[in-house]
């Protein structure tokens, strides 16, 4: 196997040509767009420390859920923690089991599958079901308040940030007597190249 140094959309279709993955889509904006500290050799000081501190404060948050909730805090859930942290954009549950296993981790899927459960509920994660490609997660840290375009042809992921949303969800919800914590939505969008789209995979 390659040495690792980094995710990008390329070396993950790459690296996963047997078509277990072939419907990655890696997020080219996201912070965490990052090999850990120890193989991340290209990347500047700065931002290592940033990510470093950035895993530590989600490894205490999943600690203490885990110790308030009676869950054992094991060498497995936090290790699917710090995998996480390495992708950028969504993933889903096989993807990430796919992932650990070709870095070399012995974790079963059902690991995976639970871990994964606990960390939406410690608000580590956030769960999007997308039309196109079922159930993703991505970390709720990464991009605070952005919602999604998707193509119903591709499968494609677009984020975006729009402060005019986030004003019209506090609007409505101060009509309805509420106060908007959180929104999410989905744009549901096609291609302008469908059949010859630049984006699917393989192409
Ligand atoms: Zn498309
Ligand atoms: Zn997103």
Redesign the pocket.
């Known amino acids: 196997m390659q040495k690792y140094a980094g995710i990008g959309g390329f070396e993950i279709k790459r690296r996963f040509a047997n078509g277990l993955a072939a419907k990655w889509y890696i997020c080219p904006q996201s912070k965490f767009g990052l090999a850990p500290m120890k193989d991340a050799a290209s990347s500047g000081a700065v931002v290592r420390q940033e990510y470093s501190t950035e895993v530590e404060r989600l490894r205490q948050q999943f600690a203490q859920y885990l110790q308030e909730h009676r869950y054992r805090n094991t060498q497995e859930r936090m290790r699917i923690l710090e995998r996480i942290t390495e992708l950028s954009g969504h993933f889903t549950a096989d993807e990430l089991y796919v992932y650990m296993r070709t870095m070399g981790d012995r974790i079963s899927r059902a690991t995976v599958y639970s871990t994964l459960e606990l960390l939406v509920r410690c608000d580590i994660l956030v769960r999007h079901r997308f039309e196109s490609g079922g159930t993703r997660f991505e970390l709720a840290s990464r991009l605070p308040n952005h919602d999604h375009l998707v193509?119903t042809?591709?499968?494609?992921i677009v984020e975006f940030c729009s402060p005019g949303l986030v004003e019209l969800a506090q609007r409505i919800a101060q009509e309805h007597q509420l106060r908007a914590v959180r929104h999410s939505l989905q744009i549901f969008a096609?291609?302008p190249s469908?059949g010859n789209?630049p984006?699917?995979y393989g192409q």
Do not use: A
């Open positions: 193509c042809d591709c499968g494609r096609r291609c469908y789209c984006h699917q």
